[in-house]
């Protein structure tokens, strides 16, 4: 795991991940600013991956972050390795750093006004990766 964010301005790219959909964000690490993208697919790799390419080809990013969910006292889970999985696949697929961050509560954190909200929670990750690496 990258121990630096990246040098500054950079693109970044969040994903929440998930067997079903996968969240996506993008962010500014000049600005600081974030804003959910869209919730991709995943039920297959062969909806999963394209949509992820086309997402990194449209954005450049500098760098991915990938929430990584925990259960509440902070040990790991299932679906704590698939994501963990999830964020070695990038960095193998793309040569581009990518950080996790923690993401307990960040389904908490979005309001639960609509049926999907994995972009708006990709988007508290790369908010809180922000918060964690000074940047807001």
């Not at 000049?30 to 449209?58: D, G, H, M």
């Not at 307990?104 to 908010?127: C, F, N, P, T």
Request: with cysteine; hydrophobic share 40%.
């Amino acid at each position: 795991m990258p121990e630096q964010c990246p040098a500054l301005p950079a693109t970044v790219l969040a994903f929440d991940f998930g067997l079903a959909r996968i969240g996506s964000a993008v962010g500014n690490t000049f600005t600081a600013t974030v804003q959910p993208l869209k919730i991709l697919s995943a039920r297959t790799n062969a909806e999963k991956w394209p949509a992820v390419t086309r997402l990194i080809e449209e954005w450049q990013p500098d760098a991915l972050v990938v929430g990584v969910p925990l259960k509440t006292d902070g040990s790991r889970q299932e679906m704590t390795l698939r994501a963990e999985r999830f964020a070695r696949q990038l960095e193998g697929r793309y040569r581009l750093p990518v950080y996790r961050v923690d993401e307990r509560y960040s389904s908490v954190e979005v309001e639960h006004g609509r049926e999907k909200i994995d972009d708006m929670s990709a988007a508290v990750i790369l908010q809180q990766w922000f918060g964690e690496n000074g940047l807001v």
